[in-house]
């Protein structure tokens, strides 16, 4: 049903900034929550930042907010992570997922993931 490939990541310098991009596939796009999550070497995943179908809620991982920005364009069928101030412990693949927000749970199920993209922060 839905298809999601990252984009964006690469080598970069402390204080730089990157835009990954997660383009995906599939006309249920609009309706799900998209999220962004990381995994770096030895560690395990953890959460960065969601947004819901419309675009109107957000939320960030604490070790993010207030340097990054998430955002949708339903329109194109892509998700952006606006990633400043880069720093070395934000070296790690980072993933797209997607997936409904189960009511009854009362969070989002993350059905579908991408492949990642590697992003590394040298000091």
């Known amino acids: 049903q839905v298809q999601l490939v990252e984009s964006g990541g690469g080598l970069v310098q402390a204080g730089d900034s990157l835009r990954l991009s997660c383009a995906a596939s599939?006309?249920?796009?609009?309706?799900?929550?998209m999220g962004w999550f990381r995994q770096a070497p030895g560690k395990e995943r953890e959460f960065v930042a969601r947004i819901s179908g419309s675009g109107g809620w957000k939320s960030y991982a604490d070790s993010v907010k207030g340097r990054s920005t998430i955002s949708r364009d339903n329109a194109k069928n892509t998700v952006y992570l606006q990633m400043n101030s880069l720093k070395p412990e934000d070296t790690a693949v980072y993933y797209c997922?997607?997936?409904?927000?189960?009511?009854?749970?009362?969070?989002?199920?993350?059905?579908?993931w991408g492949q990642g993209t590697q992003v590394t922060v040298s000091s």
């Open positions: 599939g006309r249920t796009f609009s309706s799900y929550v």
């Open positions: 997922a997607a997936g409904p927000f189960d009511h009854g749970l009362g969070e989002t199920r993350y059905d579908y």
